[in-house]
């Protein structure tokens, strides 16, 4: 009797534990898969707009619309950002180029779009928690772009420079253990990264752009 007693006591304590635990899974999982939803909600919008503006029939208001709607949710996830604590004064120069890049949109000087675009990019990696991986891999990125904003205006040398810059980054990409990275997709990558060198030798922007499309598609995959 006084074990049929202590089972009815037991069994009600056991299942809120078991309740308790699956809750904290969940919470945590959540806490994981959003700590950087922000950056990559950011990191997909900017780079869509450059893929619009490469496209051949490129239709300037169609960007401008697209990025505007990135412009309207911003300023909820600043706010995210600085009650993460992310440094101030990054928060602020973002939202200083984010008002640059729709100026230049709105003049429709594009080269300058592309350069501003590109520097917009580069206050991404300040804004991660806790993912080195991904920082390192935004961190290339950012060199890629500056290179293709670079193209515009034919000036092979910072093509060059921005190039090298970037496989330097990867060299951290090479040495990472991450246990979230395909090491033979990495190799393959790196070959792409160091062949963008003979389209820049070249200086023929048409070859440039292949590959730096191509390259973009593997640091994806990685």
């Known amino acids: 009797m006084r074990k049929k007693v202590l089972m009815v006591f037991l069994i009600p304590s056991v299942l809120i534990i ?12 959540k806490s994981n898969i959003d700590e950087n939803g922000q950056v990559k909600y950011l990191q997909s919008e900017i780079e869509n707009i450059f893929i619009l503006l490469d496209e051949e029939n490129q239709n300037i208001e169609n960007i401008k619309n697209k990025y505007q709607s990135m412009y309207q949710n911003t300023p909820n996830i600043m706010l995210e950002l600085y009650e993460k604590g992310i440094n101030q004064e990054k928060i602020l120069g973002f939202n200083d180029m984010l008002d640059n890049v729709l100026h230049e949109m709105n003049t429709q000087n594009i080269s300058k779009v592309f350069e501003d675009l590109s520097d917009l990019y580069g206050f991404l990696p300040d804004f991660i928690v806790n993912d080195d991986l991904y920082k390192n891999i935004l961190e290339i990125k950012i060199n890629i772009y500056k290179c293709r904003s670079a193209l ?9 420079k921005y190039n090298q810059q970037a496989v330097q980054e990867y060299i951290d990409i090479l040495n990472s253990v991450d246990e979230r990275l395909n090491q033979k997709q990495v190799n393959v990558t790196y070959i792409t990264i160091n062949e ?5 030798k070249l200086r023929d922007k048409a070859i440039y752009l292949i590959k730096y499309k191509f390259l973009l598609e593997q640091l994806n995959s990685i």
């Open 152 to 160: 515009n205006n034919d000036d092979w040398d910072r093509v060059n």
């Open 196 to 200: 963008m060198d003979n389209a820049i």
């Open 18 to 29: 078991i309740c308790l635990v699956i809750l904290l899974i969940k919470h945590n999982s």
